[in-house]
Structures are given as structure tokens and as C-alpha cells.
Nanobody, 125 residues
């Protein structure tokens, strides 16, 4: 069983920055992908960014390219999401997810096996 624990959410003004962390524990796959999704009130969960391991390739949603950066610290089994130039439309609950690496980095939530509990990010205008 895998556990994912997110942290780092909060309230920030537009233009500000936050860094989210997701610590993974338990049994993981030898090759896997980790991703961040978000879900705003009344909207569907959407892909934000993902990273493959050990390939280390990354993918971003168009809405966050150039502003968000996903990275990982393998020694700590932790993935990060650095969010800069935040906008009010970035307000959502952010979720960390983990799934098997089938040679690509999926954007569909259904392709991920494990999820964290979510952390709230609120960007005020």
C-alpha cells in the first residue's frame, strides 16, 4: 500500500508563490509517475503537472506552463510543485497522485492508482 501526504497549501495574494510537497511512503513500483491534479469548486479534477521516474521527463498543463515547476527528491520520496505568479484561477484543492509508468505520462485521473488527501490553495485578487 502507498500513502501520499501533501503539504504546503495556503492563502496567497495574486502574483505570489507557494511550494507544495507530496511525501510518498509504503511500497511503490520500480518505474512510476507522480503528478499533481487540482479541483476547483464545481469543476472536474484536472491535470496540472507530472514527472516520470526514473526517466525524469515532465509534462505541464498549458495553463501553468512557465509558472509551475514539478520536481522530486528521490532520497526523500517526495515530489514538489513550485507555483509562481499565482492567479486567482489557480485556486483549488491540489492532489498528489501516483501510478505505474507505462512509457508515457498520462493526464487522465483514472490512470493513477494512489491519491493524497488534498491541500487547499487559495489565491486572492
Amino acid at each position: 500500500q502507498v500513502q501520499l501526504i501533501e503539504s504546503g497549501g495556503g492563502l496567497v495574494q495574486a502574483g505570489g508563490s507557494l511550494r507544495l510537497s507530496c511525501a510518498a511512503s509504503g511500497r511503490t513500483f520500480s518505474n512510476y509517475v507522480m503528478a499533481w491534479f487540482r479541483q476547483a469548486t464545481g469543476k472536474e479534477r484536472e491535470f496540472v503537472a507530472g514527472i516520470r521516474w526514473p526517466a525524469r521527463s515532465t509534462t505541464y498543463a498549458n495553463s501553468v506552463k512557465g509558472r509551475f515547476t514539478i520536481s522530486r527528491d528521490n532520497a526523500k520520496n517526495t515530489v514538489y510543485l513550485q507555483m509562481n505568479s499565482l492567479k486567482p484561477e489557480d485556486t483549488a484543492v491540489y492532489y498528489c497522485a501516483l501510478g505505474r509508468d507505462w512509457g508515457r505520462l498520462p493526464a487522465a485521473a483514472s490512470e493513477y492508482d494512489y491519491w493524497g488527501q488534498g491541500t487547499q490553495v487559495t489565491v486572492s485578487s
